[in-house]
């Protein structure tokens, strides 16, 4: 199993002075420049020690919110594939619907990856339904947009000799030529995520590697949808690596610490869903499926954690939502999750959140990483044997 340090670089000193929508709508004198310099390069630091920790590096980008000051993923993988030595490099990701121009795109990732000697691994996400304000794009065909992209990103990065020219039905390029190559060849692995069985089959068709986040009791038909699929596809089972979920993690040597621990990121839980109802689910821009899905458990909005009111930490971990406690405590939540959903084999590890300090938050790696992570890497090698030899 493979480890990736998350953190969504959050503003959270402002978050008990906006009275409203944290995204979109949220005035930006709440972000104090000063506070956000020391912020920005606390969470640089916390990456710099997962690397020498062990861990694999994991950043996002969102737009016009509290929660997410990393506005590109782009920049601070290129800061960190120069301050990192070991660690794989995770873009999850680029919201290419957003960004009208993936032939730049494609250019800074090849860049990346060359500066880091081949340790970038890219993800292409569709964008979070508020981000579309930003960027002036309409819900509506987005998944259109979005397999374009992709294709032409592809295309780009694994191109060699002469320029090639793109006439699509969304971009359209004359003379596309990335300098320099990827260092990976063909490409460096690509991700994407999913919520839903639909999605999953194409990835699978792909080979990719497939993340959900905080999907709790939905992951296991995902996963099966995928491995179905990808059976089907490539005339063997998927391997556990083409796996990764993310979640909240918090690490302590007493629950006593751990609760306190958890007392501080809890607050992410509730200001997640903070989004102007508008832009929380546009029309088109869930599938026909993901809609079905939320009117017929009753959930309105677009966030949802499937968690109910006033959860136990016990309901959270089963949830897959909050993995908390004592190293032994830590295995045995993320064992009993992984063998729910059929494997997990790369596992993102939401371990900054809330108003957890930067101490807290190194302590938790390095708890995690000395008495959790070799643990689990044994489950993980014998779970993908049992896979195998159940194929056979």
Same mark, same amino acid.
């Given at each position: 199993?493979?480890?990736w340090?998350?953190?969504?670089?959050?503003?959270?000193?402002?978050?008990?002075?906006i009275?409203?929508?944290?995204?979109?709508? *949220?005035?930006?004198?709440?972000?104090?420049?000063?506070?956000?310099?020391?912020?920005?390069?606390?969470? &640089?630091? %916390?990456?710099?020690? +997962?690397?020498?920790l062990?861990?694999?590096?994991?950043?996002?980008?969102?737009?016009?919110?509290?929660?997410?000051?990393?506005?590109?993923?782009?920049?601070?993988?290129?800061?960190?594939?120069?301050?990192?030595?070991?660690?794989?490099? &995770?873009?999850?990701?680029?919201?290419?619907?957003?960004?009208?121009?993936?032939?730049?795109?494609?250019?800074?990732?090849?860049?990346?990856?060359?500066?880091s000697? =081949?340790?970038?691994?890219?993800?292409? *996400?569709?964008?979070?339904?508020?981000?579309?304000?930003?960027?002036?794009?309409?819900?509506?065909?987005?998944?259109?947009?979005?397999?374009?992209?992709?294709?032409?990103?592809?295309?780009?990065?694994?191109? /060699? =000799?002469?320029?090639?020219?793109?006439?699509?039905?969304?971009?359209?390029?004359?003379?596309?030529?990335?300098?320099?190559?990827?260092?990976?060849?063909?490409?460096?692995?690509?991700?994407?995520?999913?919520?839903?069985?639909?999605?999953?089959?194409?990835?699978? /068709?792909?080979?990719? *590697?497939?993340?959900?986040?905080?999907n709790?009791?939905?992951?296991?038909?995902?996963?099966?949808?995928?491995?179905?699929?990808?059976?089907?596809?490539? !005339?063997?089972p998927?391997?556990?690596?083409?796996?990764?979920?993310?979640?909240?993690?918090?690490?302590?040597?007493?629950?006593?610490?751990?609760?306190?621990?958890?007392?501080?990121?809890k607050?992410?839980?509730?200001?997640?869903?903070?989004?102007?109802?508008?832009?929380?689910?546009?029309? =088109?821009?869930?599938?026909?499926?993901?809609? +079905?899905?939320?009117?017929?458990?009753?959930?309105? !909005?677009r966030?949802?954690? !499937?968690?109910?009111?006033?959860?136990?930490?016990?309901?959270?971990?089963?949830?897959?939502?909050?993995?908390? !406690?004592?190293?032994? /405590?830590?295995?045995?939540?993320?064992?009993?999750?992984?063998?729910?959903?059929?494997g997990? =084999?790369?596992?993102?590890?939401?371990?900054?959140?809330?108003?957890?300090?930067?101490?807290?938050?190194?302590?938790?790696? /390095? &708890?995690?990483?000395?008495?959790?992570?070799?643990?689990?890497r044994?489950?993980?090698?014998?779970?993908? %044997?049992?896979?195998?030899?159940?194929?056979?």
């Open positions: 199993m493979e480890f340090h998350f953190c969504e670089q959050s503003m959270h000193p402002a978050w008990d002075k009275d409203g929508p944290t995204k979109v709508l *949220v005035d930006n004198r709440f972000c104090d420049p000063e506070v956000a310099h020391k912020l920005y390069n606390r969470y &640089l630091d %916390e990456w710099v020690i +997962a690397d020498q062990g861990f694999n590096i994991f950043v996002n980008e969102h737009h016009a919110s509290a929660n997410c000051m990393s506005a590109s993923c782009l920049l601070t993988l290129a800061i960190l594939a120069r301050q990192t030595k070991n660690a794989r490099l &995770l873009c999850l990701g680029v919201p290419v619907t957003n960004r009208t121009d993936p032939y730049r795109v494609a250019e800074e990732l090849a860049m990346i990856d060359v500066i000697g =081949g340790r970038l691994e890219i993800g292409l *996400v569709k964008a979070s339904p508020f981000e579309l304000a930003m960027s002036n794009q309409s819900p509506a065909r987005i998944m259109d947009r979005y397999w374009e992209a992709h294709d032409f990103i592809v295309k780009a990065l694994t191109h /060699q =000799g002469a320029p090639f020219s793109w006439e699509g039905e969304f971009y359209n390029y004359r003379n596309v030529n990335v300098w320099p190559r990827p260092f990976q060849q063909p490409m460096p692995p690509m991700w994407i995520t999913a919520s839903g069985p639909t999605t999953g089959r194409k990835i699978a /068709q792909l080979g990719y *590697v497939m993340a959900t986040f905080f709790g009791a939905g992951t296991k038909p995902l996963y099966d949808a995928y491995k179905d699929e990808y059976r089907k596809t490539h !005339g063997k998927a391997p556990i690596d083409r796996f990764a979920y993310l979640a909240m993690v918090v690490c302590g040597r007493t629950e006593a610490e751990v609760q306190e621990r958890v007392e501080k990121v607050p992410y839980l509730e200001v997640q869903p903070r989004t102007p109802k508008a832009w929380s689910n546009p029309p =088109g821009y869930e599938n026909v499926e993901m809609n +079905a899905r939320a009117l017929n458990s009753g959930v309105t !909005g966030i949802n954690f !499937g968690l109910p009111a006033n959860p136990t930490l016990a309901e959270m971990a089963e949830g897959g939502i909050l993995f908390a !406690g004592t190293p032994d /405590q830590l295995y045995e939540q993320m064992v009993k999750f992984s063998d729910r959903c059929g997990i =084999g790369r596992m993102l590890m939401l371990s900054q959140a809330g108003y957890l300090s930067h101490d807290e938050t190194v302590d938790t790696m /390095q &708890l995690f990483a000395a008495e959790v992570a070799p643990r689990l044994e489950y993980a090698r014998a779970k993908n %044997e049992e896979i195998v030899q159940a194929a056979e």
